[in-house]
Structure formats: C-alpha cells, structure tokens
C-alpha cells in the first residue's frame, strides 16, 4: 500500500501526517483514517464497511459493547451490509414527527422551549453575522 504525505513532530515529538489544505472538519477523521490505514494495511483505503468499523471501535465502540461476543456479532451484522440509521436520519425524522404543523408525538414543554431558545440564538448570530 502506498502512503504518500507529509509528516511533521507534534509537540510532543510523534510524527504526524501533515495534510495540506485540508477542511478544519475534516482534519481529525483524517489522521484518524490515516492512522487505521498504516495499522490494517490496503482494507482501510479499499473496503467503507471495514474503514467504518475500525473507525467506531476507534472511538470506543469496542468498550461500549463490551465482550467479544458482542464485538464479533456486530462485526458480522455490519459487514453484512447493515448499518446503523444515521444519528441525521433519525433526528430529522423526530423533527418531522414533533413539528407543530404535523405534531404525531407532543414534545414536553421544557423541550419545546430549550429548542425554541437555540433557534433563537442561531437566528441572532445569523444575522450579527451578516451585518
């Protein structure tokens, strides 16, 4: 497999891959890729099921589950072709769900009120933003 970057010390004298031009939202899942990439070799680069699983158990998805059995069984569930809705999915379709204008599930009204407030501070930076 060909790795082709840049590397540089970080301060505490590691070599870390130096990625030109790159998002600022893109920068950590990155070094992160690069990192599966140089520890399990050419899969990373050519397989998205596996990159995503070396990816969360990255982040801890290993610990969350628990036992190997349990690693294991979701290994074989994932690389099945199954997948996890996206956390996006399912917000945008409780959004849809609790909108005033449909409103199939009530949200509480603490809820409703928080929601309201960041809306409110958004709009408001939006436009101090555009001013």
Excluded: C
């Amino acid at each position: 497999m060909a790795i082709r970057v840049d590397r540089q010390d970080d301060m505490f004298g590691n070599s870390v891959p130096v990625f030109p031009n790159i998002p600022k939202w893109l920068k950590k899942p990155a070094e992160i890729i690069y990192q599966l990439a140089e520890k399990y070799g050419q899969r990373i680069p050519d397989e998205d099921q596996y990159l995503v699983y070396q990816f969360w158990m990255s982040e801890g998805l290993g610990d969350a589950l628990g036992s190997e059995e349990a690693i294991q069984g979701f290994y074989e569930w994932f690389v099945a072709g199954n997948k996890p809705t996206e956390p996006e999915t399912i917000t945008r379709a409780r959004r849809w769900l609790t909108d005033p204008r449909h409103s199939y599930i009530d949200v509480s009204n603490h809820v409703r009120m928080q929601r309201l407030r960041k809306q409110m501070e958004v709009q408001n930076q939006m436009r101090n933003d555009d001013g």
